[in-house]
């Protein structure tokens, strides 16, 4: 038997639970690994709640991106052999918060011996995440990129990319997030109401990208600086960003590779900031449910 984490039913946190259940084992395009360490993401969250659907058969396990050690691999898997270190998306009905998991082949890479298990652990969704939101409308050196949410799990790291690619990069966080935004070469801007109007002191002839990690009112308030709406690309709030003339961020299959290859030669580097024991695991929750996560918040068996 192994340990994971899981919900029973959807609703609150109080659905959540640490079970045991017998290994599982990988179907085919599959790798099962013992967990060394499990990212947390507002998905866990909003999948638990219903919010993404519930197509979830319960108990549900919960954790979308884990790092750890092969121990099977499922039929037609190439590439990858019984012991070796890798980080990979979590699959579905799989979670990642647990003492072994699954995960898809094809959303799966070596884990360099450069990145730490913690760090490799926060880039299957957060960091590609991050590569892919960066990418999908290509900005010239020197345009500037502004980005909701900047000091958070992907927002941290794409004002790191942004400031690979020579963007000017503007960060909109809390008051508190101040030094962790500016680490990154971007321009701290204080969230909160009168936001447009510190946006356009910086940007007085408007910005070449938003970048929306946060959506609602904090999108609808800066929404007026984009030089072009179709420049607003969301991970948080599709139906926000359609009306204002934006678009979902698209997920690629090159993203989590991309990522790796600039974390493991620290040009990007993920920010963890809260590690927690397996045994502790809705703790990590709650710290990325309340909603103003500074870098990544991680799980380890
Ligand atoms: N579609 C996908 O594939 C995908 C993948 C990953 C993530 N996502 C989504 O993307 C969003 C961000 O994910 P994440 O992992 O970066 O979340 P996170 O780590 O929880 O960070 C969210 C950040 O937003 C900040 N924030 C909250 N309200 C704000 C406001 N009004 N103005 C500026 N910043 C504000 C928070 O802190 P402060 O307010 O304290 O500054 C926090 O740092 C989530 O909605 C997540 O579900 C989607």
Do not use: C
């Amino acid at each position: 038997m192994t340990k994971v984490y899981v919900f029973n039913d959807f609703g609150g946190p109080e659905q959540q639970q640490m079970i045991d259940r017998p290994l599982p084992q990988p179907a085919a395009g599959q790798l099962a690994i013992e967990v060394r360490a499990a990212g947390v993401n507002p998905a866990d969250w909003k999948i638990r709640e219903g919010q993404l659907g519930r197509k979830w058969p319960l108990p549900a396990p919960m954790g979308r991106e884990a790092a750890g050690v092969v121990t099977a691999i499922g039929e037609g898997v190439e590439g990858f052999a019984v012991g070796d270190e890798v980080l990979g998306a979590v699959a579905s009905g799989h979670g990642g918060l647990a003492e072994h998991t699954i995960l898809d082949a094809a959303n799966t890479v070596a884990k360099p011996e450069e990145i730490s298990w913690a760090d490799a652990a926060t880039l299957p969704v957060a960091g590609a995440t991050a590569y892919d939101v960066t990418h999908q409308i290509e900005l010239e050196p020197g345009q500037i990129l502004l980005i909701i949410g900047a000091g958070g799990g992907v927002g941290r790291m794409a004002a790191q990319i942004g400031a690979v690619h020579e963007f000017r990069v503007l960060g909109i966080a809390g008051a508190d997030k101040r030094e962790t935004v500016e680490v990154t070469g971007a321009e701290f801007i204080e969230a909160g109401s009168g936001i447009a109007d510190r946006v356009r002191a910086i940007a007085p002839g408007g910005v070449d990208l938003i970048v929306d990690l946060v959506g609602g009112e904090a999108l609808h308030a800066v929404a007026g600086t984009v030089k072009d709406p179709s420049r607003i690309i969301t991970t948080a709030d599709p139906e926000t960003a359609r009306q204002l003339g934006g678009a979902s961020v698209e997920r690629t299959g090159e993203a989590l590779a991309k990522i790796t290859d600039v974390v493991k030669y620290e040009v990007v580097d993920p920010h963890v900031t809260g590690r927690f024991n397996l045994d502790d695991a809705g703790k990590a929750l709650a710290a990325v449910e309340a909603g103003h996560t500074e870098g990544k918040v991680i799980v380890e068996p």
